[in-house]
């Protein structure tokens, strides 16, 4: 069953074909085990599509076999994967950034998939079909395990940041930072430490469980009374002063800083 949600009218991609420069995988975390050879020899099995800003790749609850079961690799850009409640209200589930793979379950299992996915930026998407994917991981077993590492990884940052019980929701928010901060790099300039993706009031929200107006006070407090951040137009954090922002987010040794 497909949805029935208002989601923003998707376009047609436009296939670019298999033959991406080689450093187009290299963006990607799961062919780091790869050689030039072995790149070299998945290549003409991926294709890479564009997306328009707020375009959709697939929609929550459609059948993958419908369209042709794929996985999903952002190559530039950055995917919001999102759920629609039955008044049109969305959850952000997570954001997929430069490099990240998505919608694997569904390809795999043939299972609905449990999210929309929506370009949140002009974005180039990799891709590659269901039997071509299961026959490489065949070839290289490592893509299986590397795969499931990185799931087990996002399975526990959203453990981590929806830890409401013994948590205090600044300290979620400060996570949430300081997990995309090492996610997805920055850019240190005079101002501070700028991340390379930006983090809307309501992904913030969504990750955290808090209401929206709850997300902008906590920000605005990270900002001017405890000066660690600054929030700019769009979603681009400025991160001030690491130290400060670390000791409120109360990191433990997992998160490796």
């Not at 029935?4 to 009218?9: I, L, N, S, V």
């Not at 070299?40 to 929609?59: A, G, L, N, Q």
């Not at 430069?98 to 795999?108: D, I, K, N, Q, S």
């Amino acid at each position: 069953m497909q949805s029935t949600q208002p989601f923003p009218k998707p376009i047609h991609p436009s296939v670019i074909g298999a033959n991406q420069p080689l450093d187009v995988f290299r963006k990607i975390p799961l062919f780091d085990s790869l050689t030039e050879a072995d790149l070299t020899f998945i290549r003409p099995f991926f294709h890479e599509s564009r997306y328009e800003k707020e375009s959709v790749i697939f929609y929550e609850r459609d059948l993958p076999k419908e369209s042709g079961a794929k996985v999903y690799f952002v190559s530039s850009g950055c995917i919001k994967l999102v759920k629609y409640s039955s008044d049109g209200e969305s959850t952000i589930v997570r954001l997929a950034s430069v490099g990240e793979f998505f919608g694997v379950t569904g390809a795999l299992t043939d299972k609905p998939y449990p999210f929309s996915a929506e370009a949140l930026s002009d974005t180039s998407i990799l891709y590659v079909g269901k039997d071509d994917f299961v026959n490489l991981v065949g070839r290289y077993p490592q893509l299986a395990l590397d795969m499931v590492v990185q799931l087990g990884e996002v399975l526990w940052f959203n453990y981590e940041t929806h830890n409401q019980v013994v948590k205090k929701t600044d300290a979620r928010v400060s996570k949430i930072i300081l997990y995309h901060l090492k996610r997805d790099g920055y850019q240190d300039t005079p101002d501070g430490k700028i991340l390379n993706i930006n983090l809307p009031h309501d992904y913030m929200a969504s990750m955290t469980g808090i209401a929206y107006e709850e997300s902008v006070r906590i920000i605005s407090r990270l900002k001017k009374q405890f000066g660690c951040i600054n929030y700019l137009r769009g979603g681009k954090i400025v991160i001030k002063d690491l130290d400060c922002l670390k000791n409120i987010a109360q990191l433990d040794e997992a998160w490796g800083y």
